[in-house]
């Protein structure tokens, strides 16, 4: 079945250590996107990525970083310059020209 | 970015009521979209309104692209334990190329059955 798939689902981090969430799609989207979600907050966008090897910055990308070497992945590294990395993380995907996205199950982030 | 106000913020009602729920901008959009999330999952796709005074219905939901394109509106007829969760509506702007900075999401509505 197509769709996207994020991993791990929990992750746990200790302070100061980098993480590196993981996000395939396998729908040919050549748009990909980071967000965050905390509690009243709604969805905050991380980052995106509308072509391989290319990204840009999204409302709240100091302390994260991103790479797009295939279509097919983005992978987010939640580094140990975020101060409150404490969250729900969400990737989606949209077709070149689309406006609907479609998004992952999430992974939820804690440090302790 | 730009704002999406999305109310009300939370909802608590009786299982088989009705439910409202909507989106407004001082912006004008070009599509809007509807999300259901549950509690620890990634936001489900419910309906997707793509001109203005669009009507669509998805079962029991019914959803409406305003006629000003400022706004939009969901409902959700004789509700059941399964509604419950977290609505997100989110609008592409009428002014953005369709880049990622186009999709702007509200902050959610929960709804909340009672028994």
Known sequence: DGGI??????????EGQNV????????NHDAMYW?????????????????????????????????REKKESFPLTVTSA???PTAFYLCASRKTGGTEAFFGQGTRLTVV | GQQLNQSPQSMFIQEGEDVSMNCTSSSIFNTWLW??????????????????????????????????????FLNISASIPSDVGIYFC?????????????????????LIIQP
């Open chain 1, 35 to 67: 967000y965050r979600q905390d509690p009243g907050q709604g969805l905050r966008l991380i980052y995106y990525s509308q072509i391989v090897n290319d990204f840009q910055k999204g409302d709240i990308a100091e302390g994260y970083s991103v790479s």
């Open chain 2, 35 to 72: 999300y259901k999330q549950d509690p620890g999952e990634g936001p489900v796709l419910l309906i997707a309104l793509y001109k203005a005074g669009e009507l669509t219905s998805n079962g029991r939901l019914t959803a409406q692209f305003g006629i000003t394109r400022k706004d939009s």
């Open chain 1, 82 to 84: 975020q101060k409150n």
């Open chain 1, 20 to 27: 590196t969430l993981s996000c395939e799609q396998n729908l």
């Open chain 2, 90 to 110: 989110a609008g592409q702007l009428a002014l953005s190329g369709g880049g990622a900075d186009g999709l702007t999401f509200g902050k959610g509505t929960h």
């Open chain 1, 5 to 14: 798939t994020q991993s791990p689902k929990y992750l746990f981090r200790k």
